[in-house]
């Protein structure tokens, strides 16, 4: 009889069985590694959370402020809203997107610079595993940082940002969360410094956020804009977004529901691939 197999005598403990060589421990998911990477994720940013949440809460206000103020006087309305209610979800969700991709770029480009990336890639987490973890930390920022500037615009004299359809505001928030921090994770591993995570939030992040109807609507543009405008995820994102809080839309809802959805599957199996491959990750 196995030596492991026979009954402790009375009182004596019973060691655990051990495994056969080649046994996997964790079959399919890590869960605990996954939380912990995740809670290491958030406590990154909320540790300095005046920076991270409040400050963008308070740039986005002053957003609002200015264009309300230069272009809301009087009874403009656009889409049928007044124009600081038209306003107000699109800065919402502008602060939303570009703060995840801020997080999940900085936290790779971060942990390369300082050279603890191998604390990441060590411990038994998978490609897949990575990628979710640090996309999880990225939408968490970004959706606490909305809610931030949504309850200071819910406070504030002169706007109306009542929830309309909230499965629109939670579906197209996250969307956009997930896209942009799925953008972040790419820009992260390619950056070799902050300079480069700085030129790809400068010329392509923001260029696309304040072009796709953040200030106006797009069918107000000519057809050949209009279409252009219609192509940029970001477009979908802040209109979608938007419709759940006014209840009327700029575009086809479905259409860019549907749009963000493969986009997204496409960056995430596009994150997946380079994190497995190790590409700018392992020295």
């Not at 998911?29 to 995740?38: M, R």
């Not at 007044?82 to 900085?106: T, W």
């Not at 309850?151 to 499965?167: E, I, Q, T, W």
Request: hydrophobic fraction near 55%.
């Amino acid at each position: 009889m196995n030596a492991n197999s026979k009954m402790a005598g009375a009182g004596e403990p019973v060691s655990p069985p051990i495994r056969e060589p080649g046994v996997p421990v964790i079959a399919r998911v890590n869960s605990e590694g996954l939380k912990t990477l995740y809670l290491k994720e958030v406590r990154r940013f909320y540790k300095v959370q005046l920076q991270t949440i409040w400050a963008p809460a308070i740039t986005t206000l002053l957003f609002l402020v200015i264009f309300a103020v230069a272009l809301g006087r009087g009874d403009r309305q656009v889409l049928g809203v007044p124009y600081s209610n038209f306003l107000g979800p699109g800065l919402i969700v502008m602060g939303m997107i570009q703060n995840s991709f801020a997080n999940s770029s900085s936290s790779i480009l971060v942990a390369k610079v300082q050279g603890s990336i191998i604390d990441v890639l060590m411990p038994p987490l998978s490609a897949g595993e990575l990628v979710f973890a640090w996309v999880a930390g990225a939408v968490t920022r970004a959706w606490l940082v909305g809610t931030a500037v949504w309850l200071a615009m819910a406070l504030a004299p002169g706007v109306d940002v009542p929830v309309h359809n909230p499965f629109l505001i939670l579906y197209y928030g996250t969307m956009g969360a997930v896209l942009l921090g799925l953008l972040g994770i790419l820009t992260g591993i390619w950056a070799d410094k902050f300079d480069h995570a700085a030129a790809v939030s400068n010329f392509v992040i923001q260029p696309l956020t304040l072009l796709s109807g953040t200030f106006y609507a797009v069918e107000r543009l000519g057809p050949t804009v209009s279409g252009i405008a219609h192509a940029n995820p970001f477009f979908h994102v802040i209109d979608g977004f938007r419709a759940g809080f006014i209840g009327v839309s700029d575009g086809p809802l479905l259409a860019g529901g549907v749009v963000l959805l493969a986009v997204n599957i496409l960056l995430w199996w596009l994150c997946f691939r380079v994190v497995r491959s190790g590409w700018k990750l392992r020295a």
